[in-house]
């Protein structure tokens, strides 16, 4: 298995700032993505967290609003920038793991529930 | 992309009751996973399951790739089994809407 972390768990925002989450993994993994999870709903991939070049970004998702980090092969960030109440979400990190026994495996941080005011 | 589709959509039990959970996917997948989500939020990973059946302990799973669905048994249900339950396709998930399941004592 693999350990994430993720911070901050929680957060009430104001309109119009930008939140930079951290997520931290204990293992060096493949592939580091973000997710959006909008108040009950399913998960929607916003990005592919590249190491060393740009995130790749899913439909209705851009840079701008999503900027994204990946420095090295366990830790990422994704940036919510300018925001607004629609973007009141829990917010996932999540790592693939590539086993014989178990495929590809894909672990979930705890999420960072954001709330904006 | 690849519809998935889960049913039903909400299920409620008494605790020590079975239940099937099930996964429709629109095309031929090499991945496919089934993920427990608690009333925290935190998303458990249950079984990686592209084809076969696997169990562990009270869960089991199927997926029947030639027909394109994927089946979540839960045997003698405990209230620990509330949340909702996803499946998920594809190398970057792309996740059904869900099943949520609530144990009552």
Known sequence: SAVISQKPSRDICQRGTSLTIQCQV?????????????PGQSLTLIATANQGSEATY?????????????????????????MSPEDSSIYLCSAAKTRRSSGNTIYFGEGSWLTVV | GI???QSP???????????????????????????????WGQLINLFYIPSGTKQNGRLSATTVATERYSLLYISSSQTTDSGVYFCATGWALNFGKGTSLLVTP
Request: with cysteine.
């Open chain 1, 26 to 38: 204990d293992s060096q993994v493949t592939m580091m993505f973000w997710y959006r999870q909008q």
């Open chain 2, 3 to 5: 519809q998935v589709e």
């Open chain 2, 9 to 39: 959509p909400d299920l409620i039990l008494q605790e020590g009751a079975n239940s099937t959970l099930r996964c429709n996917f629109s095309d031929s997948v090499n991945n496919l996973q089934w993920f427990h989500q608690n009333p």
């Open chain 1, 58 to 82: 899913e439909s209705g998702f851009v840079i701008d609003k999503f900027p994204i980090s990946r420095p090295n092969l366990t830790f990422s960030t994704l940036t919510v920038s300018n």
